[in-house]
T-cell receptor, first 112, second 114 residues
C-alpha cells in the first residue's frame, strides 16, 4: 500500500471520446507523474506536475493534458481517444521532484 | 531511448539468490543506475540505486562493475513474492529517486519457483 490512489480502476470508452483519470497523491507529496503502460511494455512517461505546474513531458501529443490541484491531487485528460490509448495509466507521487516516488495501482483504460 | 540491456526472463528457486544482470555500456559519468520492479497488477516500486560503489538496503544489493558498464541486482533469498518484472534504468543523478522521465524499457521477468 503506497498511499497513492487512482480512480477509476477500470474504464471503457469509445474511440473519439474524452476521458479523465484521477490521482490522489500520498499525504504531503507535492509532485505527481503520469505514465502509460501498454500491454507487455514498460511504463512510458507522459508528464510531471510540481506545485500545480507541468515541469516535464514525454513524447505524447497535446491531446494528453493534465492538471494538478492545490491539494496536489491530479488529473490526466485524454481527448479524441484512439484505440492505441488502451493501456494501464499509472501515477506516482513524491515530495519534491527528486523525492522517492510511490506509484498507484493504475487505471486500466480500454478504448473500443 | 534504451540505455540498458536486460535478459527478457529468468527463473530462480525459492530461497536461493536471484542475480539479475544489466548492461549499460554507454553510461556517462553523471548517471546513476536505478532498479525498480513491478509486481503483477501493481505500479512500479523503487528498489535501489548506485553510482559506482556497491549498495545494499533492506530489499537488495547492487553490484556495479568497476568500469560501470554493467551491474547486477541481487535478491539474497528470493521468495515467491519477488516474482515480478525488474527494470534497470540509467539516469542523471539530478533526478534522484523521483518519477520524472523514467525510461523503463521491457525489463527482466523474474519467476521464483517453489
Amino acid at each position: 500500500e503506497t498511499g497513492v490512489t487512482q480512480s477509476p480502476t477500470h474504464l471503457i470508452k469509445t474511440r473519439g471520446q474524452q476521458v479523465t483519470l484521477r490521482c490522489s497523491s500520498q499525504s504531503g507529496h507535492n509532485t505527481v507523474s503520469w505514465y502509460q503502460q501498454a500491454l507487455g511494455q514498460g511504463p512510458q512517461f507522459i508528464f510531471q506536475y510540481y506545485r500545480e505546474e507541468e515541469n516535464g513531458r514525454g513524447n505524447f501529443p497535446p491531446r494528453f493534458s493534465g492538471l494538478q490541484f492545490p491539494n496536489y491531487s491530479s488529473e490526466l485528460n485524454v481527448n479524441a481517444l484512439e484505440l492505441d490509448d488502451s493501456a494501464l495509466y499509472l501515477c506516482a507521487s513524491s515530495l519534491g521532484q527528486g523525492g522517492r516516488a510511490f506509484f498507484g495501482q493504475g487505471t486500466r483504460l480500454t478504448v473500443v | 531511448d534504451a540505455k540498458t540491456t536486460q535478459p527478457p526472463s529468468m527463473d530462480c528457486a525459492e530461497g536461493r539468490a536471484a542475480n539479475l544482470p544489466c548492461n549499460h555500456s554507454t553510461i556517462s559519468g553523471n548517471e546513476y543506475v536505478y532498479w525498480y520492479r513491478q509486481i503483477h497488477s501493481q505500479g512500479p516500486q523503487y528498489i535501489i540505486h548506485g553510482l559506482k560503489n556497491n549498495e545494499t538496503n533492506e530489499m537488495a544489493s547492487l553490484i556495479i562493475t568497476e568500469d560501470r558498464k554493467s551491474s547486477t541486482l541481487i535478491l539474497p533469498h528470493a521468495t515467491l513474492r519477488d516474482t515480478a518484472v525488474y527494470y534497470c534504468i540509467v539516469r542523471p543523478r539530478s533526478y534522484q529517486t523521483g518519477a520524472n522521465n523514467l525510461f523503463f524499457g521491457t525489463g527482466t521477468r523474474l519467476t521464483v519457483i517453489p
